[in-house]
């Protein structure tokens, strides 16, 4: 079943819960998806990797404002947006721990023999692209900081 038909079946069930806040985040998954289909670039549909990273912008967009919110004292405001992003990280693959990101971190250390500071961005872009919509860039950088300082 592809991202579209899972969240067509659960904008279906959501309507019929009258949820709105649910509602609300798989109509965003869906324009987001449309758009990016109608992209002349897509004309095959999108491919797994592009849907997480959809998936995972639509997330960091809602924990953004939500911290934004927060920072403003605006409680009422941040909660939608949090209870948004929670629905939507449905659709993504299980996020690992830090613990997991620091063993791989620690393999592609030792892998591309990086020491210190200077050699964080070819272990980023080296984990990122093992770790593809399995964990979010700010914490695979703070790991990776942690582990090269």
Do not use: C, H, W
């Not at 079946?9 to 449309?34: F, G, H, Y």
Request: proline share 1%; glycine share 6%.
């Amino acid at each position: 079943m592809s991202l579209q038909d899972k969240v067509m079946a659960e904008m279906k069930t959501a309507m019929k819960a009258k949820d709105t806040a649910a509602l609300t985040a798989l109509r965003a998954v869906k324009s987001e998806l449309l758009l990016a289909q109608t992209n002349a670039a897509t004309k095959d549909g999108l491919s797994e990797e592009e849907e997480i990273k959809l998936l995972q912008k639509l997330v960091k967009q809602r924990k953004d404002s939500a911290a934004i919110y927060v920072e403003q004292g605006r409680e009422d405001l941040a909660s939608p947006e949090l209870a948004e992003a929670a629905i939507i990280e449905k659709f993504l693959p299980a996020q690992l721990s830090e613990e997991e990101i620091a063993v791989v971190v620690e393999q592609v250390i030792a892998k591309t023999g990086a020491e210190g500071m200077k050699d964080m961005g070819k272990v980023m872009g080296m984990v990122s692209k093992e770790l593809a919509g399995q964990a979010d860039g700010k914490t695979i950088s703070t790991v990776v900081k942690s582990k090269l300082s």
